[in-house]
């Protein structure tokens, strides 16, 4: 996505859009419930209740939320840079969120209207200068272009390209590589499709998993993962030549060690740790930083147990050292060092999506209409953890004068939040 106007140069006819546009309103409003019947008061007064709880939510590691929505916030990604977050709800618009402070209580946001449709999933471009969105109805990829002031926050962001329709069942995952180089959109049928950026498809193929339940691409732009029905979570690696040309996608490795399917997995920012959950009520931790090609595996490092009372959210920290699990409406938190359970944050509400920011000090939660701000208090304490250990390790004296500071400023923190001090 390193380049707008090449993906302008391939947008779609714009009577064909609108005449699709057109037949998805038609459906949409097919499907309406309507509000006079007991069947829609009811639903109603439901969504009010549940509206009124989430709004009225407290808790000490809260530092605010992105408030703008008014349908289910269903999915959200941060630039690369940190300074804009995406976010997409069933209120058929997409808001980007200024975030290059999150602690403040002023958070400007762009609000942009989806034609008839909304998006189930979101995704900014690596250079930040655009976001595609995969639609509900459409059932497709869309690609939008954001413009700004010279300096100042973004004004507009306009439709550049429509990918063809080539799923024909919903969605379970969409990514885009940090690189720029490819696409993905798998469905829960298992059909995983890389594309270019051009809307071409370069590989189809099948991830065998029964039925896909996640599929994501890893920070570093090399790999592609999925998890389903199967105990096991499939990576696979996708070539490209020295000039940037597509080569193939081949198998790389697998996660193992679960007796069930694999609800959500994810890897921290520089793909050499994993972690994954499953419905048999574990999760499990990975050193994927690997030699694949002369058959090395993955190494298991550590699980843990957690409350499997609804299919889960998983999300792993930037460094690794945290992992947060989102179950039914609650929101428990990790620390992979020991695979011990920290904190557990409750009525919290189900969670759609939720992602570290990449300093890993917060946090943010889909939860109903918001995205709730968390500070990460179980970072501070495996840094403490991570600390002590290394310093029983023979170190350098400035490394070992910059670990004592990270204790030192750690505890403090937690002192002031009232926190717990590892001992």
């Not at 070539?239 to 679960?258: D, M, R, S, Y």
């Not at 209409?369 to 403490?384: D, H, P």
């Not at 029983?392 to 750690?410: C, F, G, H, M, P």
Request: glycine share 8%; with cysteine; net charge positive.
């Amino acid at each position: 996505m390193s380049d707008v106007n090449e993906l302008k140069a391939k947008a779609t006819d714009s009577n064909s859009t609108n005449s699709t546009s057109a037949k998805i309103k038609a459906a949409s409003n097919n499907t309406a419930v309507n509000p006079n019947s007991s069947e829609g008061g009811n639903k109603r007064g439901r969504n009010k209740k549940r509206r009124e709880a989430q709004r009225d939510f407290t808790h000490k590691w809260m530092i605010g939320a992105l408030k703008g929505h008014t349908g289910t916030v269903l999915d959200m990604d941060f630039a690369s840079n940190g300074k804009f977050l995406a976010s997409s709800a069933d209120d058929r618009t997409v808001h980007v969120w200024c975030t290059k402070d999150l602690l403040s209580k002023e958070r400007k946001s762009l609000r942009i209207n989806i034609n008839y449709d909304y998006a189930t999933h979101v995704r900014v471009s690596p250079d930040g200068k655009a976001f595609i969105i995969h639609k509900s109805l459409g059932n497709n990829v869309e690609v939008y272009g954001l413009k700004k002031k010279t300096s100042g926050f973004f004004t507009s962001a306009i439709l550049v390209l429509e990918f063809p329709k080539r799923h024909e069942e919903d969605i379970v995952g969409m990514d885009i590589s940090c690189n720029g180089r490819f696409i993905i959109t798998c469905s829960k049928m298992n059909d995983l499709i890389i594309w270019d950026l051009k809307g071409e498809p370069l590989a189809t193929f099948d991830t065998y998993l029964g039925s896909t339940h996640q599929a994501k691409i890893s920070p570093c732009g090399r790999f592609v993962a999925a998890s389903g029905f199967t105990p096991d979570v499939k990576i696979w690696e996708v070539g490209f030549t020295k000039t940037g040309e597509f080569k193939q996608v081949g198998k790389a490795f697998n996660l193992a060690g679960h007796s069930s399917g694999i609800y959500d997995f994810d890897f921290c920012a520089d793909s050499s740790l994993m972690a994954s959950v499953s419905k048999d009520g574990t999760f499990r931790f990975y050193d994927t930083k690997i030699e694949f090609e002369k058959g090395e595996d993955p190494r298991f490092l550590i699980s843990g147990q957690w409350e499997n009372v609804t299919a889960a959210k998983l999300a792993l920290s930037p460094n690794g050292e945290v992992l947060a699990i989102a179950h039914g409406t609650a929101l428990s938190f990790y620390s992979t060092l020991d695979g011990q359970l920290d904190t557990v944050i409750e009525d919290n509400g189900f969670v759609a999506c939720m992602t570290f920011d990449a300093s890993g000090e917060f946090l943010l939660v889909a939860v109903d209409r918001q995205i709730r701000i968390f500070r990460n208090i179980t970072g501070y304490r495996t840094a403490i953890e991570s600390a002590r250990r290394k310093l029983e390790q023979r170190q350098t004296s400035a490394t070992k004068e910059r670990l004592e500071k990270i204790i030192v400023d750690s505890t403090k923190f937690l002192e002031s939040m009232g926190e717990r001090v590892p001992q």
